[in-house]
């Protein structure tokens, strides 16, 4: 026992007392993802700062926190929209404690009443994706630019002061849909296009490279001022003979 534990210290004895309820209060803590529920969207996350426990000879010793579970995931989503992320065991997460019991809303959502009357406790975390220790921080990170990004920075979607969006990818770019519009100014391809499927085109087309196209092309387009289409040839004749150049 401490020495001011034994003397008659109404402060030191509020200060202790405070320092207890303290102790059995929860607001947050850093954690690592040890397994994901993709269909609760839960996780299970052990602590990464460790308690104390006192033995009766007064010596402490430290120990892992219990393993906290079911604990929700917090993905940024609203509007009918959501920003998903593959969670996968190792993932380093910020655990909030609520304040009050989650568990009635948790299970039925909505407002209702609380199913225990347990405060700042363990129970009733959210994991927040995701705080980074040294060991695990990313590289390349731009100081610039709003990036959705993998962790070493080879592949992402930017976008970059004054409104240019860029797309890295060191493997495809797949898009599918049943309909894609594109509404510019200007169109620049670079390197081989192939295209599979019908093509209707109106309008000039300026490509530095091959265009490779398998299937139905309608165009309307002319080539040094000759409709491309309709243009007409001199000279024809019957025969193995060749006709002339197009005049309109």
């Known amino acids: 026992m401490r020495q001011e534990e034994r003397l008659d210290d109404q402060s030191e004895a509020l200060r202790l007392a405070m320092e207890n309820t303290q102790s059995q209060m ?6 690592i993802v040890t397994g994901v529920d993709l269909s609760a969207q839960t996780v ?3 602590p990464t700062i460790q ?6 000879d007064g010596s402490t010793q430290s120990v892992n926190m219990p393993l906290l579970v079911d604990v929700p995931i917090v993905w940024p989503r ?12 190792g993932d380093e997460v910020l655990v909030v404690f609520a304040s009050r019991c989650i568990d009635t809303w948790w299970q039925s959502g909505g ?8 405060m700042h406790d363990l129970s009733d975390g959210f994991a927040i994706l995701a705080p980074t220790s040294q060991p695990k921080t990313m590289s390349n990170v731009s100081a610039a630019n709003v990036q959705l990004r993998d962790e070493t920075g080879t ?10 969006v860029r797309i890295t990818s060191v493997a495809e770019v797949n898009i599918s849909t049943p309909l894609a519009k594109i509404v510019a ?26 265009i490779t196209a398998a299937g139905i092309t309608a165009a309307t387009a ?27």
């Open 111 to 118: 407002v209702g009443v609380q199913a225990e009357a347990r």
């Open 185 to 210: 100014a200007d169109i620049k391809l670079t390197g081989a296009v192939a295209i599979v499927g019908d093509i209707t085109h109106t309008g000039s087309l300026v490509t530095s490279g091959g």
């Open 155 to 164: 592949t992402f979607v930017e976008i970059a002061p004054g409104g240019i």
């Open 44 to 46: 299970s996350v052990q």
């Open 26 to 31: 929860w607001t947050a803590l850093p954690g």
């Open 222 to 248: 002319s080539v040094g001022g000759i409709a491309f289409t309709t243009h007409k040839h001199t000279g024809v004749q019957t025969g193995i003979s060749t006709s002339g150049g197009p005049t309109n």
């Open 78 to 89: 609203a509007g009918g929209f959501a920003l998903t992320f593959p969670i996968k065991a």
């Open 51 to 56: 308690g104390s426990i006192s033995s009766s």
